[in-house]
């Protein structure tokens, strides 16, 4: 036997000790694929980063973290969300008891199926570092939802605390005057990440070296005002956000004077077809926010998808975006009382974008505003928590085919019986749902959104203020939740090395 074949042989018997089998196969020479589909496996293990939530005294927070049942999962496992101080050393070590204090956790998730919720208040809460291992790992999800009374961003501000990456696009930023939009970075691990900072306005990208070679020391968090970065006013930006070294979470705080403020989180990644979910139906002023990272302008059609169908908005049919440069356009109060979806798709060639829409609600001095980024499909199941009675909207888009979708409503954070309906939602439109609530609901609670047939469902979920009086909102997109990983199966077959 030769000594290339007695290596592999020990290759693949050194392959099946780690991961439980091996699988080496020799083409049958009939061109067909012979191997098995993958399986679909829970993942075992996921981290999850929520930016600091607010510079105001003012501020009250809520985290609410839940991880949906997941069959197959282990049955147990456990996850924490706590500060980046307490991720540092992992909660071992003798401290003190200032420490100790300093250091328990915001937030002790519960077994799946359960929410639990913690809170925060005032201008230092800090960063939090997540991670979930085992049976609470699979599609674990925590929303960040933070009250502002008064001043520059007050509102509501919402955010899905989001796993970390290598990269983010954030177009709808701004420098504009009365604008204060701050770019946070999270960094998990134990060691540093370089990240670089560009910013894209009208006419390009705008120079400035302060966005180069940002280092973000070991699990902490920094905040980099925008303005800062480039001395130039621009109403429309694009960040972007690009990890030389390790990984990090990034999402950028847009705060307005007079509009309130939210969270912007990372568009879906550069394609050429894009839907934008779940536009809130009352929406008053609607603008949409463009770039192309590559070196060829995109020609794009303009579609919202209603709830009796695709209609072209008057007046913005199309809309042209250069190479390299931002664009923005007011599309006004685009959705007319409907819910309602925006549908990007090419005139001609498929050239990749990014897009977000800044949406405001209400008149004068009661004005809100959020942001609703292009978003990937629900794809298996996708969950979104912090729900509550009476102030939720969830928004279902079915842009291509029919669909039908499943959608459960946990428990509640301090008790209630989940309750789960179905839906068929038609091609080529939005419907704002009646969504499920827990009976004998007390506190928040978490829906989840599964696909069961037909097209991809876009979806997103739009939280409302407690007071009736203000128009403070916040919406979050709904993405597959990666609770599921595709895993190869195999059956051991060595004779190929041999031959």
Same mark, same amino acid.
């Given at each position: 036997m030769k000594r290339t074949t007695l290596s592999l042989i020990a290759c693949a018997t050194a392959l099946a000790a780690v991961t439980g089998f091996a699988a080496v196969? =020799?083409?049958?020479?009939?061109?067909?694929?012979?191997? +098995?589909?993958? +399986?679909?496996?829970?993942? /075992?293990?996921?981290? %999850?980063?929520?930016?600091?939530?607010?510079?105001?005294?003012?501020? $009250?927070?809520?985290?609410?973290?839940?991880?949906?049942?997941?069959?197959?999962?282990?049955?147990?496992g456990d996850a924490e969300l706590a500060t980046a101080e307490t991720a540092v050393d992992?909660?071992?070590? $003798?401290?003190?008891?200032?420490? /100790?204090?300093? /250091?328990?956790?915001?937030?002790?998730?519960?077994?799946?199926?359960?929410?639990?919720?913690?809170?925060?208040?005032? =201008?230092?809460?800090?960063? %939090?570092?997540? #991670?979930? $291992?085992?049976?609470?790992?699979?599609?674990?999800?925590?929303?960040?939802?933070?009250?502002? =009374?008064?001043?520059?961003?007050?509102? %509501?501000?919402?955010?899905?605390?989001?796993?970390?990456? #290598?990269?983010?696009?954030?177009?709808?930023?701004?420098? +504009?005057?009365?604008?204060t939009d701050y770019v946070h970075l999270t960094n998990p691990d134990d060691s540093a990440a370089v990240v670089d900072i560009e910013l894209y306005g009208k006419d390009g990208a705008l120079k400035s070296t302060v966005g180069e070679g940002v280092t973000v020391p070991p699990h902490t968090s920094e905040s980099l005002l925008l303005s800062t970065l480039s001395e130039v006013k621009e109403t429309d930006l694009t960040v972007h956000v690009g990890v030389r070294s390790g990984r990090l979470? +990034? =999402?950028?705080?847009?705060?307005?004077?007079?509009t309130g403020g939210d969270w912007l989180t990372a568009a879906a990644d550069p394609a050429? /077809?894009?839907?934008?979910?779940?536009?809130?139906?009352?929406?008053?002023?609607?603008?949409?926010?463009?770039?192309?990272?590559?070196? #060829?302008?995109?020609?794009?059609?303009?579609?919202?998808a209603s709830p009796s169908g695709l209609i072209t908005p008057a007046g913005h049919e199309t809309v042209h975006v250069k190479a390299g440069m931002t664009t923005g356009v007011d599309l006004g109060e685009v959705t007319r009382g409907e819910a309602g979806s925006l549908v990007l798709t090419p005139t001609d060639r498929a050239v990749p974008v990014v897009a977000a829409v800044r949406v405001v609600r209400g008149k004068g001095d009661e004005q809100e505003s959020a942001f609703v980024p292009a978003s990937d499909p629900v794809g298996a199941r996708a969950t979104v928590a912090d729900n509550r009675a009476k102030s939720t909207t969830l928004a279902l888009s079915a842009t291509g085919e029919a669909a039908q979708v499943k959608v459960t409503a946990s428990a509640g954070t301090e008790g209630g019986t989940p309750a789960t309906k179905t839906y068929t939602i038609k091609a080529g439109t939005t419907q704002n749902v009646d969504a499920p609530v827990p009976a004998g609901l007390k506190g928040s609670y978490a829906l989840t959104v599964e696909t069961v047939s037909g097209g991809p469902v876009h979806a997103s979920r739009t939280l409302t203020g407690s007071d009736d009086d203000v128009a403070a909102f916040t919406v979050q997109t709904l993405p597959d939740d990666r609770g599921m990983v595709s895993v190869p199966n195999a059956d051991e077959d060595l004779s190929v090395l041999q031959k």
């Amino acid at each position: 036997m030769k000594r290339t074949t007695l290596s592999l042989i020990a290759c693949a018997t050194a392959l099946a000790a780690v991961t439980g089998f091996a699988a080496v196969s =020799a083409p049958d020479g009939s061109g067909t694929d012979t191997a +098995a589909p993958a +399986a679909r496996l829970p993942v /075992e293990r996921t981290s %999850l980063l929520c930016p600091a939530p607010s510079t105001s005294d003012l501020a $009250e927070t809520a985290y609410t973290s839940f991880t949906p049942v997941t069959k197959g999962a282990d049955e147990k496992g456990d996850a924490e969300l706590a500060t980046a101080e307490t991720a540092v050393d992992g909660g071992k070590g $003798e401290k003190d008891d200032k420490d /100790e204090k300093k /250091e328990k956790p915001v937030v002790q998730p519960k077994a799946p199926g359960t929410p639990v919720a913690g809170k925060t208040s005032g =201008a230092d809460a800090p960063a %939090l570092i997540g #991670t979930a $291992e085992g049976g609470t790992a699979p599609g674990w999800t925590v929303q960040q939802t933070t009250e502002v =009374a008064a001043g520059t961003g007050r509102g %509501l501000q919402g955010v899905n605390c989001t796993a970390p990456d #290598t990269e983010f696009w954030f177009p709808g930023a701004s420098t +504009a005057t009365g604008r204060t939009d701050y770019v946070h970075l999270t960094n998990p691990d134990d060691s540093a990440a370089v990240v670089d900072i560009e910013l894209y306005g009208k006419d390009g990208a705008l120079k400035s070296t302060v966005g180069e070679g940002v280092t973000v020391p070991p699990h902490t968090s920094e905040s980099l005002l925008l303005s800062t970065l480039s001395e130039v006013k621009e109403t429309d930006l694009t960040v972007h956000v690009g990890v030389r070294s390790g990984r990090l979470g +990034a =999402a950028v705080q847009a705060l307005d004077d007079k509009t309130g403020g939210d969270w912007l989180t990372a568009a879906a990644d550069p394609a050429s /077809e894009l839907v934008l979910p779940g536009i809130p139906k009352d929406a008053t002023a609607v603008r949409l926010v463009l770039f192309t990272p590559g070196g #060829t302008d995109a020609d794009l059609k303009v579609r919202l998808a209603s709830p009796s169908g695709l209609i072209t908005p008057a007046g913005h049919e199309t809309v042209h975006v250069k190479a390299g440069m931002t664009t923005g356009v007011d599309l006004g109060e685009v959705t007319r009382g409907e819910a309602g979806s925006l549908v990007l798709t090419p005139t001609d060639r498929a050239v990749p974008v990014v897009a977000a829409v800044r949406v405001v609600r209400g008149k004068g001095d009661e004005q809100e505003s959020a942001f609703v980024p292009a978003s990937d499909p629900v794809g298996a199941r996708a969950t979104v928590a912090d729900n509550r009675a009476k102030s939720t909207t969830l928004a279902l888009s079915a842009t291509g085919e029919a669909a039908q979708v499943k959608v459960t409503a946990s428990a509640g954070t301090e008790g209630g019986t989940p309750a789960t309906k179905t839906y068929t939602i038609k091609a080529g439109t939005t419907q704002n749902v009646d969504a499920p609530v827990p009976a004998g609901l007390k506190g928040s609670y978490a829906l989840t959104v599964e696909t069961v047939s037909g097209g991809p469902v876009h979806a997103s979920r739009t939280l409302t203020g407690s007071d009736d009086d203000v128009a403070a909102f916040t919406v979050q997109t709904l993405p597959d939740d990666r609770g599921m990983v595709s895993v190869p199966n195999a059956d051991e077959d060595l004779s190929v090395l041999q031959k």
